[in-house]
């Protein structure tokens, strides 16, 4: 069964800290792996897409990683205002996208 | 901001009452999509509409009722909702019809309370 999982659950920083959040999946047939910032009562927000092994991308103090089993998430020296609620999400044949359960990030001051 | 919009952006509705959301998007985008959250939980698919057909519905209730009346409109009409109905419902598109790998952006949802 197609499965993704992102861990930890939660994380608090003190700004400053680098740490990286995981995202493992398995799946067969993968067409995309995405990265989604949300914040209370907003919509996600789109970070990232990595199509393949190997692939990295960057935005300001977030860096986005995949191999073939997992992709994380890299914050560099977080800022409070990076606190949220990160999801993974992947694409598979067709429409749908199956998201893991997040990970809610804290970065305290 | 993001580019896709949703009004309203809250909704208190009684369990006999018909309202309907709204979903307006103008990038070109060709695939459109209603999910539904739950606090602390991710995003739900509930329907995909591709090219202005319905391609996909997860087994939703017939209380929930899409529509796309153009490729920049896409409607929800809610009637005789339940209690456990309450919840974000959030709209998204994507430019590749829903059938590539082109990523989904999405509004900030229409917060829903059933009483």
């Known amino acids: 069964e197609d499965q993704v999982t992102q861990s930890p659950e939660a994380l608090r920083l003190q700004e400053g800290e680098s740490s990286s959040l995981n995202c493992s999946y398995t799946?067969?047939?993968?067409?995309?792996l995405f990265w989604y910032r949300q914040d209370p009562g907003k919509g996600p927000e789109f970070l990232f897409t990595?199509?393949?092994a190997g692939e990295e991308k960057e935005k300001e103090r977030l860096k986005a990683t995949l191999t073939k089993k997992e992709s994380f998430l890299h914050i560099t020296a977080p800022k409070p205002e990076d606190s949220a609620t990160y999801l993974c999400?992947?694409?598979?044949?067709?429409?749908?996208?199956?998201f893991g359960e997040g990970t809610q990030l804290t970065v305290n001051p | 901001d993001t580019e896709v919009t949703q009004t309203p952006k809250h909704l208190v509705m009684g369990m006999t009452n018909k309202k309907s959301l709204k979903c307006e998007q103008h990038?070109?985008?060709?695939?459109m999509y209603w999910y539904k959250q739950k606090a602390k939980k991710p995003p739900e698919l509930m329907f995909v509409?591709?090219?202005?057909?319905?391609?996909i519905n997860e087994s939703v209730p017939s209380r929930f009722s899409p529509e796309c009346p153009n490729s920049s409109l896409l409607n929800l009409h809610l009637h005789a909702l339940q209690p456990e109905d309450s919840a974000l419902y959030l709209c998204?598109?994507?430019?590749?019809?829903?059938?590539?790998?082109?990523?989904?952006?999405f509004g900030d949802g229409t917060r829903l309370s059933i009483l």
């Open positions: 998204a598109s994507s430019q590749d019809g829903g059938l590539g790998n082109q990523p989904q952006h």
């Open positions: 799946v067969s047939g993968l067409r995309g």
């Open positions: 990595l199509y393949s």
């Open positions: 999400a992947v694409r598979l044949s067709g429409s749908r996208l199956t």
């Open positions: 990038m070109g985008h060709r695939a």
């Open positions: 509409y591709s090219y202005e057909k319905l391609s």
